[in-house]
């Protein structure tokens, strides 16, 4: 009845659209105690490392990416 296909963009449609719609309930905002005000001091404080290491981590991607 259906081609291999039409089958598979057929299946695609309808993930797209199960997507979208259930997207929507990914935006609640949960109601934190106190208003969401924390006293708390971070762990681990991001600092200015993580810079660094997304600039590694771009350079050696795209290092990879253009390797022949």
Same mark, same amino acid.
């Given at each position: ?11 695609? !449609? ?6 979208? =719609? ?5 935006? &609640? ?6 208003? /969401?005000? !924390? ?6 404080? =991001? ?5 660094? &290491? ?6 050696? /991607? ?7």
């Amino acid at each position: 009845m259906f081609s291999k296909n039409n089958y598979l963009k057929t299946c695609l !449609v309808i993930a797209f659209f199960f997507i979208v =719609i259930l997207d929507s309930d990914l935006f &609640a905002q949960i109601i934190l105690p106190n208003d /969401g005000d !924390v006293d708390d001091v971070p762990v681990a404080p =991001i600092n200015g490392l993580i810079g660094l &290491a997304i600039a590694v981590g771009s350079y050696l /991607g795209f290092k990879k990416l253009n390797e022949d």
